[in-house]
């Protein structure tokens, strides 16, 4: 599965999987999203937080590790940032596709916003942060 | 709308995709990072293109420094990988002890970025894994709002509706590049892997959203 070809199965496989577990999950429901965050009701955050557990113990029994990421000046401004706009937009990169998927129209101005948004980056931090790009998914 | 899944369905679920994605392509996935490199489709096209030249490049060398090593009787120069050498069919010792272990192997696997097509493919594969699921939960209907909550708890202005979605899309798009990573790439894959950058990211951005969902919740 490293070939071209088996990254591509894979991902599709993920993706399916990830959308279709994140909207049975609620993440696209904002009056949900709102609960979590504001510990009304742990359900999705014990979802979320149960599966890093379940990925750590499984990791740690297969040996994964991988390369850290380095903790550069753009990672915390970053997530307050992000978290910021995960609470009043109630989208994380893949939330917004999976909340337009479910029929919320206008979740695609969120969309254009987070289109927006990575691409002012890549510009800001080429002109001005040049933080190494650091990044986690890669 | 109680027809969610229970907290440890939920939690199953996106461990196994986690897990199942990195053992099967010894890579870790984020959809933030799909998003920019889908995004900058030109630039990353233009940059696949000259790692496929160098590859072709480096078996060049490669390739000849083994004939002449073979052509000469030597082993290649010391700092040659072992995988070169063994090609001769004379590995020293030390490859050997290299025991491929999924992490070792991750790691030089994941130095290179998925290619660009299936990175656009995981995107249009979550529209489809959501799309399935809203549908088979009967939950699919086409609306133009975001639902009861988002009326109450944000606006119930479209036009403000429009301007807080968007404003809140840009951080979220500029805030997951400038960190790193998102839910995703940081929460779950880096997370799991205990990767420290991604342990604070997830920290500070789960702080953020609380903070300002109470905001949100009780003042506003």
């Known amino acids: 599965m490293r070939t071209r070809g088996g990254v591509l199965i894979a991902n599709i496989i993920a993706g399916l999987a990830l959308g279709y577990t994140v909207a049975n999950i609620g993440f696209g429901d904002y009056a949900e999203l709102n609960r979590m965050f504001t510990f009304q009701d742990l359900r999705m955050f014990l979802a979320f937080g149960g599966a890093v557990v379940i990925i750590v113990v499984v990791f740690a029994m297969l040996r994964v590790r991988g390369t850290p990421g380095r903790i550069h000046a753009g990672v915390i401004p970053g997530a307050v940032l992000f978290g910021t706009g995960w609470a009043i937009s109630g989208g994380c990169p893949a939330i917004p596709i999976v909340q337009v998927a479910s029929g919320y129209l206008p979740a695609l101005v969120t969309i254009a916003g987070v289109v927006v948004g990575i691409r002012a980056c890549r510009w800001a931090n080429a002109k001005y942060f040049h933080l190494d790009g650091g990044s986690c998914g890669r | ?220």
């Open chain 2, 1 to 220: 709308m109680s027809n969610y899944w229970p907290w440890w369905a939920g939690a199953i679920g996106l461990a196994v995709v986690a897990i199942n994605y990195t053992i099967t392509t010894d890579r870790s996935f984020g959809v933030s990072s799909a998003w920019d490199r889908v995004l900058h489709w030109r630039a990353e096209r233009r940059v696949e293109r000259l790692e496929a030249e160098f590859t072709d490049d480096r078996a060049l060398a490669e390739a000849l420094a083994a004939a002449t090593a073979e052509h000469f009787g030597t082993r290649p120069a010391a700092p040659t990988p072992p995988y070169a050498a063994s090609t001769l069919g004379n590995a020293p010792t030390h490859a050997r002890d290299v025991s491929p272990t999924p992490g070792e192997r991750a790691s030089v696997a994941s130095r290179r970025p998925a290619p660009l097509v299936s990175q656009a493919a995981l995107l249009l594969s979550v529209f489809l894994g959501g799309w399935l699921a809203a549908v088979t939960a009967g939950r699919f209907e086409l609306r133009f709002d975001m639902g009861d909550g988002f009326r109450e708890l944000v606006t119930d202005n479209p036009a403000q509706m429009i301007g807080v979605l968007f404003v809140g899309g840009v951080l979220v798009g500029f805030g997951t590049r400038l960190a790193g990573g998102c839910s995703s790439g940081h929460g779950l894959n880096g997370c799991g892997r205990l990767h420290p950058v991604s342990i604070l990211a997830t920290a500070v951005f789960f702080g953020a959203a609380v903070l300002v969902s109470f905001l949100l919740w009780k003042v506003i």
